[in-house]
């Protein structure tokens, strides 16, 4: 093995190098391997970008082409707008595609109209839909929100006019409770707070809900450099803690258009633990002849499937569930909810019951209830339900013997008999639906493979292939895929899962440090079996500097079964079984001796970084260097969710169990804490709690506070980057970092 001392120092490549491996800038590198349907108005054909090509698809033609001319649409535009324009570069934004054809869209701060019938672009004066507007499905009327109440305008705009008159400072129409409303990351965008209604499908009336935090305590934030050099700028927010006595509260109304009239629910409010809990309701029937809607008790332990009456507002309870842990009504916290209402009134539900996620249906009167799909495995999304075949399209996981998280497509009769594998192979499929069903999307992949998209029919047979990307220019960049990798947990029985980043321009011979990336959840699972899944964080920059990178799901996270979950509850303080993280490294350095697992660094952000840091104070004789990042490092005085819902032990010990604070005098090695100023979300007072025990154990520590700067750090995502690669660089190569300095990454365009 090569001595460790004979490492030389990184260079601006090298930086550069990493640079290119940030998610957006590699996504460049694989065009072709997001595939987002934007379905026409006959809910059967969709387009979709792919680079900077249009494409439609008919499936039941089994025809993918452009949708529309690209070569004379770019000669139409460079005419009209005076700008050179060429069909492989079109610079389009707010594009949409209408069934006949026709295409609006904006391009050099305009609004235009083309018609392939007629070869030539003009002005519009139509407007694209922004993201405060809300369209109705017949495109007669748009839903805005004004001063937390709700107005609508004809798409015209010859008529506006106001369905609620009733809103109050913190008692509104249409937006989400602050504490999980990204407020912060709102602003730092441009963008307005969020707007959420739905309307019904005759596009008659809107479902929208109105959030009281009237007596919510506030939480106040300083941004102590404004942009305009005044003096520092309060902001306040309502953020519950854990065990205090009020919460945001939630009711669902019906806001009927034509008589301008609204119809409140006639029930208990509900409480909003996160988001998600305003997007968990929907309109039934063809027209929406009922709301359903879950209910979630305030610490999770009962889900109810619940109907309400648009006409009266009346409020019935048909599924009621209740456990000694959270009842989830899905596999990872933010997923589309499963349950189905057929027009028969049986209901289709998802449940954990048996210890696994299932499918279950239950009689009209409720009376009675049958388990559809059972097994070791779980179902994790429900694509479409065909009344009329009464058979039901989902996505599971655990299908595949030697990885549980590896998805399949299946489908199964009502009445449990004839289930079928739909795709029967070792990659990771993930499957997009129409609203009317009959086909669906399938993306599949590995960690080695990008996503392959086909179209496919009811019984799985291809009708249409959409996109094939592969790797070419993202190994010519350095890349090579990570390992998945399968170990024992520290209880020396459970299996569990995670990826190897091998460094780039890798030698055998040599020994490499390694950078632990974590996420614990307990809401979701980091290490997917699907290219490029959704890690919280970025491992790839790390590999590109010469790391070794490793990313776990120890016991206490997602995505298998109910018992796997649970073992994080009363016990969230061990952060997604840090012992099974440091047994699963040590495996993986017994198996590799490249690995140097005497120098090994551990990195996250949010729930990661208070893992990150829990790992450097709980294990510091293995844990040698760790950078947290909006880190909530003491869930006392974090959302009310995280320690009444996932952890469920408000008592002393209980949360004493689940703060970083308590443990700084462990610190041994080299911890650096990043936090934005701004974070509503985990908030700075979190990380500034245990720099506060650190000063106080007398313990050298490593702090930066970003002036401006939300969870996410948007806008300084560059500086964040660069400052937690040179501290690994420094502290764990042992070698200084070059000078080189990473370009600010774009925010999020509008695309208006």
Not at 208 to 233: F, H, T, W, Y
Not at 413 to 434: A, E, Q
Not at 668 to 697: C, F, Q, V, W
Request: net charge negative; glycine share 8%; proline share 7%.
């Amino acid at each position: 093995m090569t001595p460790d001392d004979t490492i030389s120092p990184l260079t601006d490549a090298d930086y550069a190098r990493a640079e290119q491996m940030l998610q957006p800038n590699r996504a460049r590198l694989i065009p072709g391997a997001a595939v987002r349907p934007q379905w026409l108005s006959d809910g059967t054909r969709f387009w979709y970008q792919t680079g900077t090509r249009y494409v439609v698809v008919d499936p039941a033609n089994k025809s993918r082409e452009d949708a529309f001319d690209h070569n004379r649409l770019a000669a139409a535009l460079s005419v009209a707008s005076g700008h050179a324009v060429t069909g492989d570069d079109l610079p389009l934004t707010a594009v949409d595609i209408c069934d006949d054809g026709t295409v609006r869209f904006s391009a050099f701060d305009a609004r235009w109209e083309w018609s392939d019938s007629t070869g030539t672009c003009i002005s519009s004066d139509s407007t694209p839909s922004l993201p405060w507007e809300v369209e109705s499905p017949d495109k007669a009327w748009v839903a805005i929100r004004r001063d937390g109440n709700i107005w609508v305008r004809s798409r015209g705009g010859e008529q506006e006019f106001g369905l609620t008159d009733d809103a109050e400072p913190q008692f509104e129409y249409g937006g989400l409770a602050d504490a999980t409303g990204g407020r912060a990351l709102m602003r730092a965008v441009g963008l307005p707070p969020p707007f959420v209604v739905q309307w019904s499908p005759d596009s008659t009336r809107l479902l929208v809900q109105k959030i009281d935090q009237r007596e919510l305590p506030e939480l106040v934030l300083v941004e102590s450099s404004p942009a305009d050099g005044s003096r520092p700028v309060e902001h306040r927010t309502r953020y519950t803690m854990p065990g205090e006595a009020t919460q945001a509260m939630m009711t669902w109304n019906v806001l009927h258009i034509a008589d301008r009239t609204v119809v409140r629910q006639q029930s208990e409010p509900t409480p909003i633990m996160h988001a998600t809990a305003v997007v968990y309701a929907w309109w039934t029937g063809e027209s929406g002849d009922s709301v359903h809607f879950l209910h979630h008790e305030r610490y999770a332990r009962t889900l109810e499937l619940r109907r309400l009456d648009p006409a009266t507002g009346a409020v019935v309870t048909l599924i009621s569930e209740t456990g000694e842990t959270r009842v989830d009504p899905t596999a990872q916290l933010g997923d589309p909810p499963m349950a189905r209402v057929l027009r028969t009134g049986e209901k289709l539900w998802w449940s954990q019951r048996d210890g696994w996620g299932h499918l279950y249906l239950y009689s009209a009167d409720g009376q009675q209830v049958m388990q559809v799909t059972s097994g070791q495995w779980q179902v994790r999304s429900v694509l479409w339900l065909d009344e009329d075949s009464r058979q039901v399209w989902f996505v599971t996981a655990g299908l595949v013997h030697d990885d549980p998280y590896v998805r399949q497509i299946c489908r199964v009769n009502l009445d449990g008999t004839d289930f079928t594998r739909l795709t029967d192979d070792d990659l990771d499929h993930d499957g997009i639906s129409p609203p009317q069903g009959g086909y669906f999307i399938d993306q599949a992949s590995s960690p080695s493979v990008p996503p392959q998209s086909v179209v496919r029919d009811g019984a799985g047979q291809v009708l249409t292939q959409l996109e094939a990307p592969d790797t070419a220019a993202l190994v010519g960049a350095g890349w090579s895929p990570p390992e998945r990798f399968c170990t024992i947990s520290a209880d020396g029985k459970t299996p569990i899962y995670g990826l190897l980043w091998r460094p780039h321009g890798f030698d055998a011979q040599r020994r490499y440090p390694v950078i632990e990336h974590i996420y614990p959840g307990p809401q979701n699972y980091n290490a997917g079996a699907a290219f490029d899944s959704p890690h919280v964080g970025h491992p790839e920059p790390l590999a590109a500097l010469g790391f070794a990178v490793v990313i776990i799901d120890g016991r206490g996270t997602a995505g298998r079964s109910k018992a796997f979950h649970d073992h994080s509850y009363r016990a969230m303080g061990n952060a997604g079984a840090l012992d099974d993280h440091v047994a699963a490294i040590r495996e993986l350095g017994r198996r590799h001796p490249w690995l140097d697992t005497t120098r090994v660094g551990i990195t996250g952000l949010s729930a990661g970084a208070f893992a990150a840091a829990r790992a450097i104070l709980t294990y510091p004789d293995f844990y040698r260097v760790a950078v947290a990042v909006s880190g909530n490092h003491d869930n006392n005085v974090n959302l009310a969710m995280w320690a009444e819902n996932y952890h469920g032990d408000l008592t002393d010990e209980g949360r004493a169990s689940i703060s970083n604070v308590p443990l700084a005098a462990n610190l041994t090695g080299k911890l650096l804490l990043i936090h934005g100023e701004l974070d509503d979300n985990a908030h700075p007072y979190m990380t500034m709690r245990l720099a506060h025990a650190l000063i106080k154990a007398d313990k050298d520590f490593d702090l930066i506070l970003i002036p401006g700067a939300e969870h996410a750090l948007l806008g300084y995502t560059h500086y964040s980057y660069r400052r937690t690669w040179d501290y690994f660089v420094r502290h764990l190569q042992g070698t200084e970092p070059p000078s080189y300095r990473l370009a600010p990454m774009p925010l999020p365009a509008l695309g208006l």
